[in-house]
Protein backbone atom coordinates (compact mmCIF):
# COMPACT_ATOMS: atom_id res chain seq x y z
CA UNK A 1 0.00 0.00 0.00
CA UNK A 2 1.46 3.19 -1.23
CA UNK A 3 2.15 5.85 1.91
CA UNK A 4 -0.64 9.06 1.55
CA UNK A 5 0.60 12.48 1.70
CA UNK A 6 -0.10 13.37 5.32
CA UNK A 7 2.35 16.56 5.44
CA UNK A 8 -0.11 19.59 6.63
CA UNK A 9 0.63 23.75 7.28
CA UNK A 10 0.01 25.55 9.93
CA UNK A 11 0.01 29.03 8.76
CA UNK A 12 3.70 29.30 7.94
CA UNK A 13 4.98 26.16 9.83
CA UNK A 14 5.24 22.95 7.11
CA UNK A 15 4.75 19.76 8.93
CA UNK A 16 5.58 16.97 7.72
CA UNK A 17 3.20 14.95 9.85
CA UNK A 18 -0.21 15.96 11.24
CA UNK A 19 1.04 14.66 14.55
CA UNK A 20 2.21 16.26 17.41
CA UNK A 21 3.11 15.50 20.97
CA UNK A 22 1.30 17.64 23.55
CA UNK A 23 3.14 19.21 25.95
CA UNK A 24 2.49 18.09 29.63
CA UNK A 25 3.09 13.94 28.34
CA UNK A 26 6.52 14.18 26.56
CA UNK A 27 8.67 15.97 29.51
CA UNK A 28 11.14 18.17 27.60
CA UNK A 29 11.47 16.12 24.40
CA UNK A 30 14.97 15.04 24.59
CA UNK A 31 14.42 12.99 27.04
CA UNK A 32 11.58 11.56 25.64
CA UNK A 33 13.31 11.60 22.39
CA UNK A 34 15.82 8.94 23.53
CA UNK A 35 13.37 6.18 23.45
CA UNK A 36 11.57 6.92 20.81
CA UNK A 37 11.60 7.88 16.59
CA UNK A 38 10.49 11.40 16.77
CA UNK A 39 10.85 11.83 13.35
CA UNK A 40 7.58 10.87 12.95
CA UNK A 41 5.82 13.75 14.30
CA UNK A 42 5.53 17.19 13.34
CA UNK A 43 6.66 18.77 16.23
CA UNK A 44 6.40 18.24 19.83
CA UNK A 45 5.62 20.55 22.66
CA UNK A 46 7.72 20.84 25.85
CA UNK A 47 5.95 20.93 29.01
CA UNK A 48 4.61 24.64 30.00
CA UNK A 49 7.07 26.74 31.86
CA UNK A 50 6.74 30.27 33.99
CA UNK A 51 8.92 32.76 34.71
CA UNK A 52 10.19 31.81 37.92
CA UNK A 53 10.30 28.13 39.52
CA UNK A 54 6.37 26.19 40.11
CA UNK A 55 6.76 23.60 42.61
CA UNK A 56 3.56 22.57 41.42
CA UNK A 57 0.57 20.62 43.93
CA UNK A 58 1.83 18.40 46.61
CA UNK A 59 0.96 14.30 45.75
CA UNK A 60 -1.58 12.24 44.74
CA UNK A 61 -2.17 14.74 41.88
CA UNK A 62 -2.31 11.86 39.02
CA UNK A 63 -5.31 9.52 39.01
CA UNK A 64 -6.55 6.99 36.26
CA UNK A 65 -10.54 6.70 35.66
CA UNK A 66 -12.00 4.22 33.95
CA UNK A 67 -11.52 6.06 30.60
CA UNK A 68 -8.46 8.80 30.78
CA UNK A 69 -7.24 10.24 33.56
CA UNK A 70 -6.85 13.26 36.26
CA UNK A 71 -3.98 15.05 36.49
CA UNK A 72 -3.79 18.33 39.26
CA UNK A 73 -0.05 18.54 38.74
CA UNK A 74 -0.13 22.69 38.93
CA UNK A 75 2.60 22.84 35.79
CA UNK A 76 5.21 22.29 38.40
CA UNK A 77 8.60 23.60 36.24
CA UNK A 78 11.97 25.12 36.96
CA UNK A 79 11.28 28.52 35.59
CA UNK A 80 12.39 29.99 32.59
CA UNK A 81 16.41 30.26 33.28
CA UNK A 82 17.00 26.94 34.50
CA UNK A 83 14.96 25.77 31.43
CA UNK A 84 16.42 27.44 28.57
CA UNK A 85 20.24 26.64 30.04
CA UNK A 86 19.22 23.04 30.32
CA UNK A 87 17.25 23.05 26.77
CA UNK A 88 19.31 25.60 24.62
CA UNK A 89 22.12 23.22 24.15
CA UNK A 90 19.90 19.90 23.13
CA UNK A 91 16.94 21.55 21.47
CA UNK A 92 19.19 21.64 18.08
CA UNK A 93 20.09 18.26 18.10
CA UNK A 94 16.58 16.95 18.32
CA UNK A 95 15.27 15.27 15.04
CA UNK A 96 11.80 17.20 15.83
CA UNK A 97 10.82 20.80 15.66
CA UNK A 98 10.83 21.70 19.53
CA UNK A 99 7.62 24.22 20.37
CA UNK A 100 7.64 26.10 24.10
CA UNK A 101 5.38 26.36 26.33
CA UNK A 102 4.42 29.52 28.18
CA UNK A 103 2.32 30.24 31.27
CA UNK A 104 2.50 33.01 33.75
CA UNK A 105 0.00 34.35 36.58
CA UNK A 106 -0.38 37.91 34.62
CA UNK A 107 -0.06 38.84 30.91
CA UNK A 108 3.91 40.37 31.59
CA UNK A 109 5.04 37.56 32.73
CA UNK A 110 3.98 35.43 29.28
CA UNK A 111 6.18 37.99 27.15
CA UNK A 112 9.36 37.06 29.57
CA UNK A 113 8.61 33.68 28.93
CA UNK A 114 7.83 33.86 24.84
CA UNK A 115 11.03 35.76 24.59
CA UNK A 116 13.71 33.32 26.58
CA UNK A 117 12.00 30.13 24.93
CA UNK A 118 12.18 32.28 21.73
CA UNK A 119 16.16 32.54 22.48
CA UNK A 120 16.60 28.80 23.37
CA UNK A 121 15.53 28.01 19.52
CA UNK A 122 12.03 26.39 20.01
CA UNK A 123 10.10 26.64 16.14
CA UNK A 124 6.87 28.05 18.24
CA UNK A 125 5.57 29.16 20.82
CA UNK A 126 1.91 27.85 22.14
CA UNK A 127 0.27 30.27 25.18
CA UNK A 128 -1.22 27.74 27.57
CA UNK A 129 -4.47 30.29 28.19
CA UNK A 130 -5.76 27.47 30.03
CA UNK A 131 -4.37 25.05 32.49
CA UNK A 132 -7.24 24.47 34.79
CA UNK A 133 -4.45 23.31 37.93
CA UNK A 134 -3.60 27.23 38.92
CA UNK A 135 -4.57 27.15 42.75
CA UNK A 136 -7.40 29.67 42.30
CA UNK A 137 -8.74 28.06 39.19
CA UNK A 138 -8.79 30.80 37.04
CA UNK A 139 -8.03 30.89 33.27
CA UNK A 140 -7.05 33.54 31.03
CA UNK A 141 -9.35 31.63 28.31
CA UNK A 142 -12.41 32.64 29.87
CA UNK A 143 -12.15 35.94 29.06
CA UNK A 144 -11.89 37.09 25.90
CA UNK A 145 -10.36 40.86 26.72
CA UNK A 146 -7.12 38.71 28.46
CA UNK A 147 -6.88 36.63 25.69
CA UNK A 148 -5.96 39.39 23.60
CA UNK A 149 -4.13 41.17 26.12
CA UNK A 150 -2.06 38.00 26.43
CA UNK A 151 -1.46 36.81 22.87
CA UNK A 152 -0.35 40.37 21.75
CA UNK A 153 2.09 40.48 24.50
CA UNK A 154 3.50 37.61 23.17
CA UNK A 155 3.07 38.48 19.38
CA UNK A 156 4.93 41.66 20.12
CA UNK A 157 7.76 39.74 21.73
CA UNK A 158 8.69 36.92 19.52
CA UNK A 159 8.99 36.63 16.15
CA UNK A 160 8.43 33.12 15.89
CA UNK A 161 5.02 31.64 14.83
CA UNK A 162 2.31 32.14 18.24
CA UNK A 163 -0.59 29.86 18.83
CA UNK A 164 -3.11 30.11 21.96
CA UNK A 165 -4.02 26.79 23.39
CA UNK A 166 -7.97 27.53 24.90
CA UNK A 167 -9.56 25.18 27.45
CA UNK A 168 -12.86 23.36 26.72
CA UNK A 169 -14.61 24.76 29.72
CA UNK A 170 -14.59 28.05 27.92
CA UNK A 171 -17.63 30.16 28.27
CA UNK A 172 -17.66 31.34 24.42
CA UNK A 173 -15.43 29.76 22.68
CA UNK A 174 -15.47 31.29 19.79
CA UNK A 175 -15.49 34.63 21.13
CA UNK A 176 -12.04 33.61 22.76
CA UNK A 177 -10.62 31.70 19.76
CA UNK A 178 -11.80 35.32 17.87
CA UNK A 179 -9.77 37.43 20.07
CA UNK A 180 -6.76 35.34 20.10
CA UNK A 181 -6.88 35.93 16.43
CA UNK A 182 -7.73 39.44 16.28
CA UNK A 183 -4.70 39.83 18.95
CA UNK A 184 -2.43 38.19 16.21
CA UNK A 185 -2.43 34.09 17.32
CA UNK A 186 -0.98 32.42 14.02
CA UNK A 187 -3.00 28.75 14.75
CA UNK A 188 -5.13 27.91 17.75
CA UNK A 189 -5.08 24.72 20.02
CA UNK A 190 -8.52 23.41 20.69
CA UNK A 191 -8.16 21.67 23.55
CA UNK A 192 -6.59 21.62 26.81
CA UNK A 193 -8.25 19.47 29.41
CA UNK A 194 -11.52 19.81 31.18
CA UNK A 195 -12.35 20.58 34.66
CA UNK A 196 -12.95 16.93 36.35
CA UNK A 197 -13.16 15.22 39.38
CA UNK A 198 -12.86 11.55 41.38
CA UNK A 199 -13.67 10.26 44.99
CA UNK A 200 -12.02 7.73 47.03
CA UNK A 201 -14.49 5.59 48.24
CA UNK A 202 -12.06 4.64 51.17
CA UNK A 203 -11.07 8.09 52.71
CA UNK A 204 -14.13 9.80 51.06
CA UNK A 205 -12.59 12.57 49.92
CA UNK A 206 -11.12 13.62 46.38
CA UNK A 207 -8.74 11.52 44.82
CA UNK A 208 -6.63 14.57 43.95
CA UNK A 209 -4.98 16.50 46.67
CA UNK A 210 -6.15 20.00 44.83
CA UNK A 211 -9.67 17.93 44.90
CA UNK A 212 -10.89 19.06 41.25
CA UNK A 213 -8.32 18.43 38.45
CA UNK A 214 -7.85 18.69 34.30
CA UNK A 215 -9.39 15.73 32.71
CA UNK A 216 -7.94 14.00 29.64
CA UNK A 217 -8.11 10.60 27.81
CA UNK A 218 -10.86 9.54 25.52
CA UNK A 219 -13.27 10.73 27.02
CA UNK A 220 -12.59 14.07 26.03
CA UNK A 221 -12.50 13.71 22.49
CA UNK A 222 -16.16 14.57 21.40
CA UNK A 223 -15.64 17.66 23.59
CA UNK A 224 -12.61 19.13 22.33
CA UNK A 225 -13.97 18.18 18.58
CA UNK A 226 -16.97 19.86 18.77
CA UNK A 227 -14.41 23.21 19.81
CA UNK A 228 -12.92 22.92 16.70
CA UNK A 229 -16.18 22.81 14.75
CA UNK A 230 -17.38 25.45 16.41
CA UNK A 231 -13.94 27.81 15.23
CA UNK A 232 -13.48 26.76 12.34
CA UNK A 233 -17.18 27.02 11.24
CA UNK A 234 -16.86 30.47 12.56
CA UNK A 235 -13.48 31.35 11.46
CA UNK A 236 -12.79 29.54 8.59
CA UNK A 237 -9.20 30.91 7.39
CA UNK A 238 -7.98 30.44 11.33
CA UNK A 239 -5.13 27.24 11.53
CA UNK A 240 -6.47 24.83 14.19
CA UNK A 241 -4.57 22.14 16.03
CA UNK A 242 -7.11 19.45 17.92
CA UNK A 243 -6.39 18.12 21.20
CA UNK A 244 -8.35 15.71 23.02
CA UNK A 245 -8.77 11.88 23.21
CA UNK A 246 -6.42 11.40 20.01
CA UNK A 247 -4.90 7.51 20.12
CA UNK A 248 -5.82 5.83 16.52
CA UNK A 249 -5.55 7.15 12.83
CA UNK A 250 -8.98 7.76 12.90
CA UNK A 251 -9.36 9.99 15.73
CA UNK A 252 -6.94 12.42 13.27
CA UNK A 253 -9.18 11.72 10.42
CA UNK A 254 -12.48 13.34 12.71
CA UNK A 255 -10.10 16.19 14.15
CA UNK A 256 -9.17 17.09 10.41
CA UNK A 257 -12.56 16.83 8.95
CA UNK A 258 -13.96 18.93 11.55
CA UNK A 259 -11.59 21.67 10.69
CA UNK A 260 -8.39 21.20 12.72
CA UNK A 261 -5.04 21.24 10.05
CA UNK A 262 -2.83 18.87 12.55
CA UNK A 263 -3.42 17.33 16.16
CA UNK A 264 -1.65 16.86 19.41
CA UNK A 265 -1.65 13.54 21.12
CA UNK A 266 -1.01 13.19 24.27
CA UNK A 267 -2.13 10.74 27.01
CA UNK A 268 -1.94 8.14 24.97
CA UNK A 269 2.04 8.80 25.02
CA UNK A 270 1.53 7.87 28.85
CA UNK A 271 1.04 4.80 28.68
CA UNK A 272 2.39 4.24 24.53
CA UNK A 273 5.03 6.42 24.61
CA UNK A 274 5.99 5.30 20.98
CA UNK A 275 1.82 5.55 20.18
CA UNK A 276 3.30 7.71 17.20
CA UNK A 277 4.30 5.12 14.72
CA UNK A 278 1.09 3.03 14.93
CA UNK A 279 -1.15 6.43 15.14
CA UNK A 280 0.93 7.16 11.30
CA UNK A 281 0.18 3.64 10.19
CA UNK A 282 -3.67 3.60 11.17
CA UNK A 283 -3.80 6.96 9.56
CA UNK A 284 -2.63 5.87 5.98
CA UNK A 285 -4.98 3.09 6.24
CA UNK A 286 -7.58 5.35 6.96
CA UNK A 287 -6.72 7.64 4.24
CA UNK A 288 -6.57 4.34 1.89
CA UNK A 289 -9.48 3.46 2.76
CA UNK A 290 -11.50 6.08 2.04
CA UNK A 291 -10.15 6.88 -1.32
CA UNK A 292 -8.08 9.93 -0.05
CA UNK A 293 -4.25 10.59 -1.26
CA UNK A 294 -3.41 13.94 0.43
CA UNK A 295 -4.65 14.75 4.47
CA UNK A 296 -4.97 18.31 3.24
CA UNK A 297 -7.81 17.33 1.03
CA UNK A 298 -9.98 16.86 4.22
CA UNK A 299 -9.08 19.54 6.66
CA UNK A 300 -12.81 21.48 7.30
CA UNK A 301 -15.03 18.87 5.27
CA UNK A 302 -17.49 18.45 7.63
CA UNK A 303 -18.01 22.12 8.31
CA UNK A 304 -18.25 22.49 4.70
CA UNK A 305 -21.18 20.04 4.88
Known sequence: MASQDVTTRLGE???RSPLIAASGTVGS??????????????????????????EGKPPPRVAPTRTGMLNGIGIQNPGISRWVDEMKPR????????????????????GVVAKELETAGVAAVEVNLSC??????????????????????VV??????????????????????????????????????????AVDLEKRSPVLSGGVGGYSGPGLKPISLRCVYEVSRALPELPIVGCGGISTGRDVVEYVMAGASAVEAGTVHLAQPRA???????????????GVRRLE????VAVRR
Request: overall charge negative.
Open 29 to 54: VWEWAETCDVSLYGAAVAKSVSPEPW
Open 297 to 300: DLIG
Open 91 to 110: IGSLDVPVWGSAVANDVSGF
Open 132 to 153: PNLDDGAMFSFDPSLVTSVVSA
Open 156 to 197: STVDIPVGAKLSPNTPDIVAAAAAAADAGADFLVLTNTAFGL
Open 276 to 290: GKRILNELNMVLAVI
Open 13 to 15: LKL
